[in-house]
C-alpha cells in the first residue's frame, strides 16, 4: 500500500518497502549522496568501482552502494583526505598551544 505523500529521502519508516525507497532517494540525489559520510571505494571485480556511502538514520547501519568513475572516486577521496590533512593539523597546533599554555614547573 502507497502512502499519497512521499517521505523524504533521509526518513524511514518501519517497513522494508520504506527502507528501499529512502536509500534509493538518497542515491538518486547527487547532493544528498555526495552529504553522506563515505565508507569508501571498493572494487566490482570486474574493472569497475563501487561507492559506498553511510545511511545516516539513526538505527539503520546500512551501507548504500553505486557504481561510480575513477574521477568522481578519487575526487570523494580528496575531499576526505582534506579533511584528515585539516583535522591533523588542528591537533597538532592544539597539543602545541597546552604544551606553551602549561604552567612552568617549579
Avoid: F
Avoid at 505523500?5 to 518501519?14: E, F, K, M, N, T
Avoid at 585539516?86 to 597539543?95: L, V
Wanted: charged residues 20%; glycine residues 8%; proline residues 7%.
Amino acid at each position: 500500500m502507497s502512502h499519497s505523500v512521499s517521505q523524504p529521502p533521509l526518513a524511514h519508516g518501519p517497513t522494508r518497502e520504506e527502507w528501499e525507497r529512502a536509500h534509493e532517494g538518497m542515491k538518486a540525489d547527487p547532493t544528498i549522496w555526495a552529504s553522506l559520510a563515505l565508507d569508501g571505494i571498493q572494487s566490482d571485480g570486474l574493472g569497475g568501482l563501487i561507492e559506498n556511502r553511510r545511511c545516516p538514520c539513526l538505527g539503520c547501519g546500512s551501507t548504500l552502494s553505486q557504481r561510480t568513475t575513477p574521477l568522481a572516486a578519487v575526487e570523494a577521496l580528496s575531499a576526505l583526505a582534506g579533511v584528515a590533512a585539516r583535522s591533523m593539523e588542528a591537533i597538532a597546533h592544539a597539543a602545541v598551544a597546552a604544551q606553551r599554555l602549561k604552567p612552568a614547573a617549579a
